[in-house]
């Protein structure tokens, strides 16, 4: 694993936005509840385990970056976060 938001640094601008537009995560206000945000992080990942089989382990960096998302964006403990916050996240 590369880091310990996993493995997000592998991330290109390009992917990002192609599995942003693929969730139709386009209203920056939108809030996304947890279900919404591992099906977006899991479709960054599959794309990101393709290219980086030594580096990427789904599940992992999956649990690892949603409970960074949330420790970041979710203060509140609403469980829940903005489209905005998830796309600066992540990229």
């Not at 537009?21 to 920056?28: E, G, M």
Request: charged share 20%.
């Amino acid at each position: 694993m590369v880091n310990g938001g996993g493995a997000v640094d592998l991330l290109e601008l390009h992917t990002a936005q192609r599995v942003f537009d693929q969730h139709k995560l386009t209203q920056t206000e939108q809030l996304l509840n947890v279900t919404e945000v591992i099906n977006c992080l899991t479709s960054i990942y599959d794309v990101l385990e393709q290219n980086h089989k030594d580096l990427v382990n789904v599940p992992l960096c999956v649990d690892m970056c949603l409970n960074w998302l949330l420790n970041v964006f979710d203060t509140g403990m609403s469980v829940r976060i903005r489209v905005l916050s998830l796309k600066i996240g992540l990229t």
